[in-house]
């Protein structure tokens, strides 16, 4: 027997359940993407180079970001969240990562973009190894979905160095 | 997105057990009844229920709302993928939600196009049920002492 309040509430929550299966169809069709995004970055100038009093080093950067991450964005995506990285190698640690700067890009618009700016967040070293120091500039992204999966994916540009002596 | 969903199937259910909760308190009253009267549609113990939904009834709305369900689902997947907009996904199926809603719940009249025949009460006085006489004899003890 069927009441009125049986027959909403079956209707309502079938329609929730498909709508969990669409979205879940929506996140899997992210992997018939295939992003093919494009940056660079340039050291524009060591604005300065210091050995702090608790004996770490620290620089300061300014760099131009410039990147196309258009590629990345889907029907199904939120914003991305994007971030550059100093990494290299040390005596103590066999990776080091440091965030200079990171944006999020609302739109895909937004996504093909430049920006002329020192660094957001300090590099400052574990030590005082930074002299002379080969480093690589990693660019990592989040593409940030509107249900379900999120792929995250980054960009190495090598071949930076900073300078020999303290500035 | 996801937590939404659950959150708010669970607050749907629980607005229903509450919903039923609040139709025994207020059994009694009137203005109730009559809302019952309009909505409430068991198959009849008299014919004089107008508003009801009979068996076939019930068997076409399930059916109707499994149907549309899928086909708004696969419409509006299918538009949303197309056009490459989420929103446009989830207005289609929003509107086909409200519009199966619409078709399905309340008792409308196609619904109660077979309805059953129940025999009128004073016919059904003069043919009393038959005595049980079987069951009654079956009972007795074989042996009494």
Request: proline letters at 5%.
């Amino acid at each position: 027997m069927h009441s009125f309040g049986y027959r909403a509430n079956a209707l309502l929550t079938f329609a929730v359940t498909i709508l969990a299966l669409m979205c879940a169809m929506a996140s899997f069709s992210d992997n018939f993407n295939h992003p093919s995004p494009s940056s660079s970055v340039q050291v524009l100038n060591v604005n300065w180079f210091q050995k702090q009093p608790n004996g770490n080093d620290e620089v300061s950067l300014t760099l131009n970001i410039s990147a196309d991450l258009q590629s990345l964005f889907t029907w199904n995506t939120k914003q991305v969240f994007v971030f550059l990285a100093a990494e290299y190698e040390t005596p103590k640690n066999s990776l080091n990562q440091i965030s200079l700067w990171d944006g999020i890009i609302a739109s895909k618009e937004h996504a093909k973009f430049w920006t002329h700016t020192s660094n957001k967040y300090r590099f400052i070293d574990q030590g005082s190894n930074l002299r002379g120091k080969e480093f690589n500039l990693t660019l990592h992204w989040h593409v940030m979905p509107k249900t379900g999966k999120m792929f995250a994916d980054k960009l190495v540009m090598s071949g930076y160095r900073l300078p020999k002596e303290y500035r | 997105m996801m937590p939404t969903l659950v959150l708010v199937e669970f607050i749907w259910v629980n607005i229903y057990g509450l919903g039923l909760l609040f139709q025994k308190i207020l059994r009694g009253s009137t203005v109730f009844k009559v809302f019952i009267a309009l909505t409430v549609s068991q198959t009849p113990q008299a014919s004089s229920n107008l508003l009801a939904m009979d068996w076939q009834g019930q068997k076409l709305a399930e059916q109707l709302v499994q149907i549309l369900l899928w086909a708004f689902a696969a419409v509006s997947f299918g538009t949303g993928y197309v056009l490459g907009s989420f929103q446009m996904m989830m207005l289609i199926y929003a509107g086909g939600v409200f519009l199966t809603t619409l078709v399905t719940v309340p008792n409308w009249p196609f619904f109660n196009r077979h309805p059953l025949k129940w025999l009128d009460p004073s016919v059904a006085e003069k043919h009393p049920k038959p005595q049980q006489q079987q069951a009654v004899s079956s009972k007795k003890k074989p042996a009494k002492k």
